[in-house]
């Protein structure tokens, strides 16, 4: 399996600011994903991530309101940008470990007031 | 389309057992899961299954898979009060690694 990290943890922000979300896997890992889990809702993906190209994103999300970046083997960055009520969320990044099994980080909770 | 779909609460006595159910659309799909979610947790992945099998245990859990009807189950046997959590069914359909999930299952366990 893979250790996956995220940071931060949580974070109360204030709407119209940006936040930048940070995940760390201890092995090289092709492909990552970030997903959001609205409040008491299931897990839906943003955009996939893979090194060395441009993040692919789902019907709903767009690279503006969430760029991701992707600069090694090991780390991937999601920001969620201009940030509304309705980001209130939590933000999971997922590794693919070999081609049966998918690890989640953490998670990181957010807040917008 | 991509549709997973779970009943939403289930609730048990510890030492009974457990069974959650899950029911899918895209008879394309390699792999089934099932995570783990515990209060102001991540997901942890229990267990999957590969599509070309009916069944899987794996200590006090068991997968059944019926591919025609397209309906995945998890039994956990003498559940635990620290078996409290939501449960989420997902697969994966073959589009470059994508996860759908179901709704989640809230198990809860009374002593």
């Known amino acids: 399996s893979a250790v996956i990290s995220q940071k931060p943890s949580r974070d109360i922000c204030q709407r119209g600011t940006s936040l930048t979300i940070q995940c760390q896997v201890d092995?090289?890992?092709?492909?990552m994903f970030w997903y959001r889990q609205q409040p008491g809702q299931s897990l839906t993906l943003i955009a996939t991530a893979n090194q060395g190209s441009e993040a692919t994103y789902e019907s709903g999300f767009v690279i503006d309101k969430f760029p991701i970046s992707r600069p090694n083997l090991t780390f991937s960055t999601l920001t969620v940008s201009n940030m509304s009520p309705e980001d209130s969320s939590i933000y999971l990044c997922s590794v693919e470990f070999d081609r049966e099994t998918q690890y989640f980080g953490p998670g990181t909770r957010l807040l917008v007031l | 389309g991509e549709d997973v779909e779970q009943s939403l609460f289930l609730s048990v006595r510890e030492g009974d057992s457990s069974v959650i159910n899950c029911t899918y659309t895209d008879s394309s799909s390699t792999y089934l899961y099932w995570y783990k979610q515990e209060p102001g947790a991540g997901l942890q992945l229990l267990t999957y299954i590969f599509s070309n099998m009916d069944m899987k245990q794996d200590q006090r859990l068991t997968v059944l898979l019926n591919k025609k009807d397209k309906h995945l189950s998890l039994r956990i046997a003498d559940t635990q009060t620290g078996d409290s959590a939501i449960y989420f069914c997902a697969e994966n359909n073959n589009q470059g690694g994508k996860l759908i999930f179901g709704q989640g299952t809230e198990l809860s366990v009374k002593p």
């Open positions: 092995s090289q890992v092709t492909m």
